[in-house]
């Protein structure tokens, strides 16, 4: 009989410290399991937010509950519909329950017990299909709510070897340890080569070889054969030459992709057209594939070559297992190439796409020389020659080979650019070929190079007259169709690429001064398209003025109409030493510096190279803050105070507008201010 909460506890209630459950069932058979934790409320009801739900329509929603208090396991009804029942009586107050008492809610009985293993002969526990061993009895795992958690850990015991405590010392499962620390290793590697170092580590912890190495097949080989393996990798335990192992006994595995032990090498005649194996003075000798289901990537071979150590067939399964491993470490590795290039790929063709908005637009201008211009692009870029852009600093060579590009049966490839001026000459060659891992410092990983991305595209190589001789010994032998190979690599590379070059270099006189090769000019020299310095065709610069015009004044978000007749003739008159580019940096300054609707002359800033004689000095009607006359006794300090006073002044001490005329940080500003010891002046009261 339950006793009431107030009374002291029952000598066959539970401990306090011991494990109690409810088990339910209904009048068929046991159905759940359910542990009772100390501190936790366990609730009772039809509700599915209930820890123990009972499919019943008289059970209310949330019906009773069990809870631990002072040692005792007490049962509250919930003012239920139907009421709680325990051995046929309601409750009507909280009450202790005792072992072996027993809760009714309709056809359902909940039995409060220690033993988990307490049943009823005629109602058996419900083991079904699907059982695990508990504490002893078997118990529905599918049905089993909040399981007792009988042990923790960060890592499994195989990650610390097969002697860790709990583990068998038998071989097999020292082999499984090993072979789990392996494949997480495997998985950490970030390229072949040490993928294989860590193959022939893990090996030469297992079995009793005196010398192994990795071999590894080029990639896609329809027909592999020992002639094409490259060592990769190589371990000797008394540093003991490698010599590659039998021709015959590797063309056997590559052949028959089935791994092989050989110790009698007189029984099988395909081993006896070489004596390598005798040279050796191998004892035994293992050879297996490295390969998937539908791939082979190269072999591993092990040997012996002391009567003391001898290879059995449990080294040839345990190498075997390792050698799965390994070749679907190696998928992996290709996969993830395979998406880097890709997305270096989907990246140049991103940035491709995004210039082919602006193509149409960029060459702007109607003068003749425009449209001898964009008549030149039309007749060229249909055809796929190389082609040698020519023309100053800032015409705008590199708008004409993306239009080369754009409109040639390349459009739909990658568009990669290349400035040959931006690096020195071991980068120059990284950045083009490519580079193996740790082929260089810093090298810390594959890269794909500019010929590759490119490859079924075009390759636009600005300031092509800045390679040293070196590497235009190389690009040359690119451009006549032979393959490459990455810096550090040895793999052959062939890619089919357009190539594009610019420079504003006399060439011919670099090949007078030796500083270029005279077949490389030739080479680059199939077609040539010049392109004309902005002065020689100046009436494209009102078109050219408002493109920029309308181009910044929507980056900035200003309303800004037009040029004032005073500012168009100053941007006409002047001859731009700068081309296009100084052109577009002008406007965008002066969209910038503007207050009005109209850019007026005073917003021009125009730079005073090769500046025309009308220019050197201001009009009586333009400012002269900014203006510094050089034909003074004065040091560079003080020159560069009164330059950026005067830039301060006109822009209304907008310090990051400053900065940005003057080409410097903002904190490189504040920084030369406080040097100078000048601050804001401060505004006098009206």
């Known amino acids: 009989m339950p006793s009431d909460f107030d009374s002291p506890n029952t000598p066959n209630s539970p401990a306090e410290s011991q494990a109690v459950y409810l088990i339910l069932r209904d009048d068929i058979k046991w159905r759940n399991v359910f542990r009772l934790a100390p501190g936790q409320v366990t609730t009772i009801g039809r509700a599915p937010t209930n820890r123990v739900v009972i499919p019943d ?138 993928v294989a170092e860590i193959v022939l580590d893990g090996l030469f912890n297992g079995p009793n070889a005196d010398i192994g190495a990795v071999l590894l097949l080029p990639k896609d080989v329809e027909k592999p054969n020992p002639a094409q393996l490259r060592l990769v990798a ?222 079924r595209g075009t390759l636009f190589l600005d300031e092509v007259g800045e390679m040293s001789l070196a590497i235009q010994a190389k690009f040359l032998r690119v451009l006549e169709g032979h393959p490459f190979e990455r810096v550090g690599g040895s793999t052959p590379i062939q890619v089919d690429v357009r190539v594009v070059a610019a420079t504003n270099r006399d060439l011919e006189k670099a090949i007078e001064e030796k500083t270029f090769r005279r077949d490389l000019f030739f080479r680059l020299f199939v077609v040539e398209i010049a392109v004309p310095p902005l002065r020689q065709h100046g009436s494209d610069i009102p078109i050219l003025a408002s493109f920029f015009l309308k181009r910044f004044t929507a980056k900035v978000g200003r309303r800004i109409q037009d040029f004032s007749e005073d500012a168009m003739r100053k941007l006409s008159s002047y001859e731009w030493p700068g081309n296009v580019r100084e052109l577009e940096n002008t406007i965008e300054r002066a969209v910038i510096l503007s207050r009005g609707e109209f850019i007026e002359a005073t917003d021009i800033q125009l730079s005073a190279v090769n500046a025309p004689a009308s220019f050197a000095s201001p009009t009586a009607s333009e400012p002269t ?27 209304n001490w907008n310090k990051s507008l400053a900065a940005h005329i003057l080409g410097i940080e903002r904190s490189t500003l504040d920084r030369k201010l406080k040097r100078y010891q000048v601050g804001r002046p401060q505004k006098l009261p009206d």
């Open 625 to 651: 803050p900014e203006i510094i006359s050089m034909n003074r006794d004065v040091s560079l300090d003080k020159l560069e105070r009164e330059h950026i006073l005067a830039v301060l002044e006109r822009t």
């Open 234 to 455: 190589y371990r000797s335990r008394e540093n003991e030459q490698y010599e590659k192992v039998s021709h015959s006994l590797t063309s056997i595995v590559l052949e028959e992709w089935q791994g092989v032990l050989a110790r009698d090498f007189k029984d099988d005649s395909r081993l006896t057209r070489t004596d390598s194996l005798q040279q050796l003075q191998a004892r035994s000798v293992i050879c297996v594939p490295i390969r998937t289901t539908d791939s082979i990537y190269g072999v591993i071979h092990l040997y012996t070559t002391h009567s003391s150590n001898t290879l059995d067939v449990d080294d040839l399964e345990y190498t075997l297992a390792i050698a799965d491993q390994f070749a679907l470490a190696i998928e992996s590795l290709h996969e993830r190439e395979h998406l880097e290039e890709g997305l270096a790929r989907i990246r140049n063709e991103n940035e491709s796409l995004r210039s082919q908005l602006h193509i149409e637009t960029d060459l702007v201008g109607d003068s003749a020389a425009m449209s001898q211009l964009k008549d030149s692009i039309a007749r060229i870029a249909p055809t796929d020659a190389t082609a040698l852009i020519r023309g100053e600093s800032g015409v705008g060579k590199e708008l004409v080979a993306r239009a080369i590009h754009f409109g040639s049966d390349r459009r739909n490839g990658p568009y990669v650019t290349m400035n040959c001026a931006a690096l020195s000459e071991s980068l120059l060659e990284s950045e083009l070929f490519g580079h193996e891992k740790g082929s260089f410092t810093g090298a810390v990983g594959r890269k794909i190079g500019k010929f590759e991305q490119a490859n």
């Open 57 to 194: 329509d008289i059970c209310s929603r949330n019906h009773c509950e069990v809870f631990q208090i002072g040692g005792r396991w007490v049962v509250r009804d919930l003012d239920s519909r139907n009421g709680t029942l325990i051995d046929g009586k309601r409750l009507t107050k909280d009450v202790t329950l005792a072992e072996g008492d027993e809760l009714q809610i309709g056809d359902f009985y909940l039995l409060f017990t220690s033993d988990i293993s307490r049943s009823n002969a005629d109602q058996p526990l419900d083991l079904e299909d699907n059982t695990d061993t508990y504490d002893g009895a078997s118990l529905s795992r599918v049905s089993a709510v909040e399981p007792e958690i009988l042990h923790r850990r960060r890592k499994t015991r195989f990650h610390t070897g097969g002697n860790a405590e709990g583990i068998g010392r038998d071989r097999t499962s020292q082999e499984l340890a090993k072979l789990y620390r392996l494949a997480l290793d495997m998985g950490a590697a970030k390229d072949n080569k040490r």
